[in-house]
Nanobody, 122 residues
Framework: QVQLVETGGGLVQAGGSLRLSCAAS????????MAWFRQAPGKERRFVAA????????YGTDSVKDRFTISRDNAKNTVYLQMSSLKPEDTAVYYC???????????????WGQGTQVTVSS
């Protein structure tokens, strides 16, 4: 009965910002690394960013380098993705995922949220 619920998606103009949130329940949040993946229409789901259990280590991809920041608040059982300088190519459904140890590989994640749509207009 683990549940991950993403919120914060929406429509934004290129150059704008959004902050996504993922609230976790049914697990001991501090025992799980968290990650964000995204899937554009007709494309495979791809890694965006990940954060270790304590927040001490973060990982990201070159496509979002210096624009996206992942963070977590273990007291709130929530992981965030702050997205700035958004581009149309960032348009995708963004998914939150959890597993005990941090990874960039989507197939090893145990739990997934339902996703939240981010649309960036030009």
């Amino acid at each position: 009965q683990v549940q991950l619920v993403e919120t914060g998606g929406g429509l934004v103009q290129a150059g704008g910002s959004l902050r996504l949130s993922c609230a976790a329940s049914g697990l001991t949040f501090s025992n799980y690394a968290m990650a964000w993946f995204r899937q554009a229409p007709g494309k495979e789901r791809r890694f965006v960013a990940a954060i270790s259990r304590t927040g001490g280590r973060t990982y990201g991809t070159d496509s979002v380098k210096d624009r996206f920041t992942i963070s977590r608040d273990n007291a709130k059982n929530t992981v965030y993705l702050q997205m700035s300088s958004l581009k149309p190519e960032d348009t995708a459904v963004y998914y939150c995922a959890a597993r005990p140890l941090v990874s960039m590989v989507k197939t090893v994640y145990d739990y997934w949220g339902q996703g939240t749509q981010v649309t960036v207009s030009s």
